[in-house]
């Protein structure tokens, strides 16, 4: 659901990469292929690997700042993601001894 609603997100924004994809292929295991699935001659998918990978699962706020420039002005982008980020860091749980 999170890709689907990354994808129409990019897709309204009129970014390339979406706009010019001929297919939906993204999940889960795709680092099992090395981000570069089997595809028929002349489909591009969006440039994607391992430190996109890498950097949703520890910083997802980052990638969010991009569509918040879009949307916003400098400024008030950078307030939004700060408080992404916030959110995000005090979400982690806490271990308590």
């Known amino acids: ?12 924004m009129g970014e390339k990469d979406i706009l010019e994809s001929t297919r939906f292929i993204t ?3 795709d680092w099992t292929e090395g981000f570069q699935p089997n595809m028929p001659s002349g ?7 391992f430190g996109s990978l890498i950097t949703s699962f520890v910083a997802p706020f980052y ?3 991009d569509m918040n420039l879009k949307l916003f002005s400098p ?3 950078g307030a939004i ?8 860091v ?3 749980p806490v271990r308590r001894t």
């Open 63 to 65: 990638t969010l700042h």
């Open 1 to 12: 659901m999170c890709a689907s609603l990354h994808r129409a997100c990019k897709y309204d």
């Open 75 to 77: 400024a008030k982008a």
């Open 81 to 88: 993601t700060a408080a992404i980020a916030a959110m995000f």
């Open 27 to 29: 999940g889960l295991f």
């Open 90 to 92: 005090c979400w982690m």
């Open 43 to 49: 489909v591009l998918l969006p440039d994607a690997g």
